[in-house]
C-alpha cells in the first residue's frame, strides 16, 4: 500500500466517524423560532407575490408586447424612411428580430440555478 | 450514515410541493417543511460547527432563505433538500473560515460541564469533527459538498451527481480530490487524533 493511500485511508476513516456520529436534535426553541419565522413571510392565501423584472414592468406600462411591437414597427420605419434605406433593408428584418429569446437569455433571472465555485 | 436526504415516506408531498403550497398561504405546509427540514438543517450544522447556538443560527438563517426564495421558486430545476444543504454548507463554511486556524489539539477542546465516563471519548470525537470541518472549509465548493454528500449523508455517487448536476465521473474525481485535500490540510494530525499506533 502505498504512502499517499495510507493518508487517504485514515481521512476515510476520520469522515465515516464523524459522519456516523448521532445527528444532533433541534430543540423546541429553534423549531417555534423557524415556524414563527415563515409564519411571517409567508404570503397571503390566494397566491403569491409575482415579482416581475423591470423589463417587463416596462412592457405592461406600454400596452403589452402587441402595443410596443407597433411603437418599434413604426420606430423602425420611420428611421428607414428618413435614411432613404427602405428599399435596401426590407421590413422584414424588424419582425425577425429575437428581442424575446434576448429577454429569457439575457434578462431572466434564474432563481434556482447556481453558479459552483471553482474546484 | 444517519440523516439521508430524503428520509420522509414516498406518498407525502415532496418539498417542492409543500413550498408551492407555502408560497400560496398553506400554513400546513409551513409547518410541515419546518418539521421537516430544521432537524437536518440543524444537524448538519452541528456536525461543522460543533456548537449549539452557532448551529441554530445558521439553521434559522437558512429556513429564512427558503421562506424568502418560496414564491419564486421553480420547480423541477433544483432540489429543495439539496438547496437547503447548499446553503447550509456555505454559511457554516463562512463562519468556519472566520476562527482562527491551525491543528485541533485535544487539549483546545471545551472540557465537557461534568467529567464523566465517556469524556474521554467525547473530547477526542469533539477534536475530530473540528479537525475535519476546518480542513472541509478550505475545500472548493463542489469537492465539499460531494465529500460531505458520500460521507454524512451516504448518498451514492449517481445520487450526489444528480445532486450536484454533474457526471458520476466528475464525482468521482471530486470526492477523490477532495479526500487528498483534506489529507493535506490535515497532515500531521492522524496520531493526535487517535488514527495511528
Known sequence: MTDRQDKVDWVDALLDDVGGAAPADPSGDLMARVLADAEAAMPAPGGAPVREGLWRQMLAGLGGWLSVGGLVAATAVGFAVGLGALSTVGLDALWLGEYGAYYDDTLGFSVNGWDFEEG | ?197
Open chain 2, 1 to 197: 450514515m444517519t440523516m439521508p436526504l430524503d428520509a420522509h415516506a414516498t406518498d407525502e408531498p415532496d418539498e417542492a410541493a409543500l413550498l408551492a403550497r407555502y408560497a400560496r398561504g398553506d400554513a400546513a405546509a409551513a409547518r410541515a417543511l419546518t418539521l421537516r427540514l430544521t432537524p437536518r438543517a440543524y444537524a448538519q450544522a452541528m456536525r461543522l460547527l460543533g456548537d449549539r447556538a452557532e448551529a441554530e443560527d445558521v439553521a434559522q438563517d437558512a429556513m429564512m432563505r427558503l421562506w424568502k426564495i418560496a414564491p419564486d421558486w421553480r420547480a423541477g430545476e433544483a432540489k429543495v433538500t439539496t438547496w437547503l444543504y447548499r446553503v447550509v454548507a456555505n454559511l457554516c463554511t463562512d463562519r468556519l473560515r472566520r476562527r482562527p486556524r491551525g491543528p485541533v489539539a485535544l487539549d483546545e477542546v471545551a472540557e465537557p460541564a461534568d467529567p464523566a465516563p465517556g469524556a474521554e471519548e467525547h473530547l477526542q470525537a469533539e477534536a475530530r469533527r473540528s479537525a475535519l470541518a476546518a480542513a472541509l472549509a478550505g475545500l472548493p465548493e463542489r469537492q465539499r459538498l460531494a465529500v460531505m454528500l458520500r460521507h454524512f449523508d451516504g448518498a451514492t455517487n449517481p445520487e450526489i451527481a444528480e445532486r450536484l448536476g454533474v457526471s458520476v465521473e466528475a464525482v468521482e474525481s471530486l470526492t477523490a480530490r477532495g479526500k487528498r485535500a483534506l489529507a493535506a490540510a490535515l497532515k500531521g494530525q492522524a496520531a493526535a487524533l487517535g488514527y495511528e499506533g
